[in-house]
């Protein structure tokens, strides 16, 4: 069985299909999802999503933000999202995107 699985980021939707399981890098740690996933609101850390759809698994780079998780769909808020061919491919996102923000965040702040 799957569930409805949505990416969202401040740009628009990056993902939108059904999935038959995730593995999710929360700020405590990876945890997986299935149908029938008790509800939960969690942190998501800067990190690898991997979405499994049948035969095919799905690979994305994720920023900070937040996933709700019901029995029947999983969405994920986040900064950012980009789809990865692989894992290495997604971690060197990853990495892109945290040092992008290590230099935006300071600037913010007015620390830089």
């Not at 939108?16 to 999802?33: E, R």
């Not at 799905?58 to 990865?84: H, K, M, N």
Request: hydrophobic residues 45%; charged residues 20%; contains cysteine.
């Amino acid at each position: 069985m799957s569930f409805r699985t949505r990416i969202l980021t401040p740009g628009g939707t990056a993902f939108d299909a059904d999935a038959d399981g995730l593995i999710v890098l929360g700020t405590d740690g990876l945890f997986g999802v299935l149908t029938g996933h008790e509800p939960t609101l969690a942190a998501v850390a800067a990190g690898v999503l991997v979405v499994r759809q049948a035969e095919l698994t799905r690979y994305f780079a994720l920023g900070d933000g937040a996933v709700e998780i019901t029995p029947a769909s999983v969405t994920i808020c986040t900064e950012y999202a980009e789809p990865a061919s692989e894992t290495q491919d997604a971690e060197e996102k990853v990495e892109a995107y945290r040092r992008q923000m290590s230099t935006v965040v300071p600037a913010v702040a007015g620390t830089e």
